[in-house]
């Protein structure tokens, strides 16, 4: 058998490897299955795109759903969104075979005689260029008909759907909302991690979305639950690894899946069938990773202002910075001009180096936050004392 790290630090991974949230996937799966659509919210790199593909492989979606995932973080237009779902619906028909995958290119009218054929499979090939999709409305509309009448349902996740509301055409939500809401075939799961936005998106009575799903807001997963998954994990490959090493990971982390897995999936692997692994390993591990990451991390700050690097620096050692575009903020730590504070975290913002929970400002990439720390002097072992809650 080949060797797997229990770690994973990429999606799709296997049952077995994936720690708890038995009580989302239920929400989820009990939506779905309601025909009911949902948002589903966290900080960046929580497990949002993990439960979704862990709800998709749920006997009770997978068997019974067509289903599909589009990412739209990069896309800027009806156009792109459209190709993207096009794109995507037709991977999914076609993994049912050339057949299923034709009559969904036939179904699309708007853009018939635009799709080649697959010399090698002799089947049809999605290769039409984005500039083909000339009347995007028109096409998509096509495509949802088409999962419209169906005869298996379609449940279709868009991640970062934020997004619509950056696109070039100012009427998206309304647009996709009159769209969706009459499909009784196909149910949404709209995720993403601009709690600001997706939060007006679908609780402002203003806007178009709004009272039309239900919402899950994805926390951290429980402590207890991952260190009994990690310690697991080293057992059952003759290793070992302390409580109290992943707990102050843990807390370390402050529980965001995504580093305290990328950190683990280390020391497992520096740990030798037999080893033992305890806070020690866990540092070690840990600067290890930061120095890997050294270089990144220099270029990223090398490609901020001045005003933009002491800001993302004041919040990293501040973990948490509360109320950071207040004046007793900005002079205690001696940030200058409150217009200039203002414009650096709104370019933080944009570039996705932090993120931000009503009045609070965190960094996104909890190594990176370290990182800026232990430039600042304040190492590994400090902030792990400083976060520790035993
Ligand atoms: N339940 C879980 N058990 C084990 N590992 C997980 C679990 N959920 C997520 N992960 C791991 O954590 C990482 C981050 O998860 P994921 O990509 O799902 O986060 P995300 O919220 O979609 O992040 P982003 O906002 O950056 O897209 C993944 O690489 C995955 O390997
Ligand atoms: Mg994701």
Not at 187 to 212: D, K, N, V, W
Not at 278 to 289: D, H, K, P, S, T
Request: charged content about 25%; overall charge neutral.
């Amino acid at each position: 058998m080949q060797h797997v790290n229990p770690f994973y630090t990429t999606n799709n991974i296997p049952s077995r490897y994936f720690c708890d949230r038995a009580q989302e996937t239920e929400t989820l799966v009990r939506s779905v299955t309601n025909g009911n659509n949902m948002v589903l919210m966290s900080p960046r790199r929580m497990g949002k795109t993990g439960l979704i593909n862990h709800v998709f492989t749920d006997k009770r979606i997978g068997k019974e759903y067509n289903c599909c995932f589009i990412d739209i973080y990069d896309t800027s237009s009806l156009q792109e969104f459209t190709f993207r779902l096009g794109q995507e619906v037709f991977r999914r028909q076609s993994a049912g075979g050339i057949r299923k995958g034709a009559r969904f290119l036939e179904v699309l009218k708007s853009i018939r005689g635009e799709f080649s054929y697959d010399p090698a499979t002799l089947g049809p090939k999605f290769a039409l260029s984005l500039g083909q999709i000339q009347q995007p409305l028109r096409t998509l509309e096509e495509i949802l008909q088409f999962m419209e009448s169906s005869s298996k349902p379609w449940l279709v996740a868009i991640d970062e759907f934020q997004q619509i509301g950056k696109y070039d055409e100012k009427n998206m939500e309304a647009l996709l909302r009159t769209r969706f809401q009459r499909l009784a075939n196909v149910t949404f799961i709209y995720s993403g991690s601009e709690r600001h936005l997706l939060g007006q998106m679908f609780s402002s009575a203003a806007r178009p979305f709004y009272m039309s799903t239900g919402t899950l807001e994805l926390k951290p997963i429980d402590r207890d639950k991952y260190v009994e998954f990690a310690r697991r994990q080293f057992r059952n490959a003759g290793k070992s690894i302390t409580k109290d090493a992943v707990e102050g990971l843990y807390d370390l982390m402050e529980g965001y899946t995504f580093f305290m897995q990328k950190t683990l999936n280390e020391v497992f692997a520096s740990t030798e069938k037999g080893g033992d692994a305890g806070q020690i390993e866990v540092f070690a591990a840990m600067e290890y990773l930061l120095d890997t990451a050294d270089t990144t991390y220099r270029n990223i700050l090398a490609g901020l202002s001045k005003g933009q690097r002491t800001v993302l620096s004041t919040i990293a050692v501040d973990g948490h910075a509360e109320n950071i575009l207040s004046q007793s903020y900005i002079s205690r730590h001696y940030l200058g001009a409150a217009s200039s504070v203002q414009a650096a975290v709104r370019s933080l913002l944009a570039k996705q180096l932090i993120s931000r929970d009503a009045d609070t400002y965190f960094l996104d990439d909890k190594y990176l936050e370290l990182w800026i720390r232990r430039c600042y002097g304040i190492s590994l072992e400090e902030s792990w004392v400083e976060r520790w809650q035993d």
